[in-house]
Structures are given as C-alpha cells and as structure tokens.
C-alpha cells in the first residue's frame, strides 16, 4: 500500500492500514498539521475498515488529507462560539417557560442547552490536547482589552451548572429560572468573548 500525504508520495509501502495512518499522521504533525480526511483507493475509510486497521489489507494507495493545526483549532474554537449563541436562546427560552408554567418543555430546551455547553467544553479540551496548551495557564485578551483566564472561567462555569443541578433536584423552580436568565446568560457571554480570544491568541 503506497501513501500520500496531501497527494506527495511519501514512499512507505504499508502492509497495514494502522502502519499507513501512523506513518501518514506522524508527517502531519511534525509539519504542525493535522490530518482531517483518509481515503483508501479513492473511498473514505469507515468504522469497518478502522476495526480492521491491524490486519494484512488489500488497499492500493492511503490518501491522507491534512490541515494546518492552528487554523482548524481558530475555526473550531469560533464554531464553538456560535453555538453558545444557540444555547442562550435555549436557556432564555427555558427560563420564560418556567415562569409561564410549563416546566417539561423548559427542561426539554434546558437539556438542548446542558448539550452545548458539554460539546464547547469538549471542543476546549480537544484543542488544548491537540496544541500541547495548558489551559491552566492561559490568560488571553477580549475584544475589550481585559483579561480572560480560561482556568478561573472554568471553575466559574462548573459553579454555575452546580446551582443549576441544585435547583433541578430540589425543583426549585424560580432558582432555576434566575440562573438561566442571569447567571448562565452572562455565562455564555463571557465563554463567547473567551473562545473567540482563546483562537486569535493561537493564531497568532
């Protein structure tokens, strides 16, 4: 099996699919890139052949995709960004139902939001991990000039969906509907200045 990355011969001939992806991966990253397509014999590679990756195949020719790192991250953090966007509409709607009575559809928007939440913070990770950067140590600037740091944000946010989880077990109804209207509103807010922050900081 030949293997090209970002169609340059790179003269290994696998006998595995695991030794071409190890091989094609490791070129990636010592470029600083990352690899974001596998194709094996012009079709994309799937769960099936993935399973399979350690054993003799038949495929001709590994054609690997890749991208710079620093950008992918920069475009997946304001992604991210975006869909805090969604996750205030879900939580103000939330909120507004509560305070009109209807509390099953309130948690239906509210489970939606918790969702969001849990997939920026994951996308954070992912970044971080992708990059070598420890996020404990990250301080970036806003739009506005001010600081932002990534490791006290993320102490406040888990304080946030701690009431938040409070006032769901006791069903207290009006906490809950504070927290989303103030305290995660803002909450958001700031994850959006911070994410956006966190991708120029890494571009640059």
Do not use: C, F
Not at 58 to 87: F, K, N, P, W
Not at 140 to 159: H, P, S, T, W
Not at 174 to 181: F, M, V
């Amino acid at each position: 099996m030949r293997v090209y990355l970002d169609n340059r011969d790179m003269g290994v001939a696998a006998g595995t699919l695991a030794d071409g992806l190890k091989a094609g991966v490791a070129a990636a990253e010592a470029g600083g890139r990352v690899v974001i397509e596998m194709k094996a014999d012009g079709a994309e590679i799937g769960d099936a052949e993935l399973s399979r990756a350690e054993e003799p195949t038949t495929i001709q020719e590994l054609h690997l995709v890749s991208a710079d790192a620093r950008t992918l991250v920069r475009v997946t953090l304001y992604d991210a960004a975006d869909a805090l966007g969604e996750a205030k509409a879900r939580q103000d709607a939330a909120s507004e139902l509560i305070q009109a009575g209807d509390t099953q559809k309130a948690l239906d928007h509210l489970q939606e939001a918790l969702g969001l939440w849990q997939l920026v913070r994951g996308t954070v990770d992912k970044s971080a991990e992708l990059l070598s950067l420890r996020l404990d140590q990250t301080v970036v600037k806003g739009a506005d000039g001010a600081e932002l740091r990534l490791a006290e944000e993320a102490d406040a946010l888990k304080v946030s969906l701690g009431e938040i989880k409070s006032a769901l077990e006791s069903q207290d109804w009006s906490a809950l509907s504070d927290a989303l209207s103030y305290d995660m509103d803002r909450r958001a807010a700031t994850w959006q200045r911070l994410l956006r922050a966190l991708g120029d900081h890494i571009a640059r």
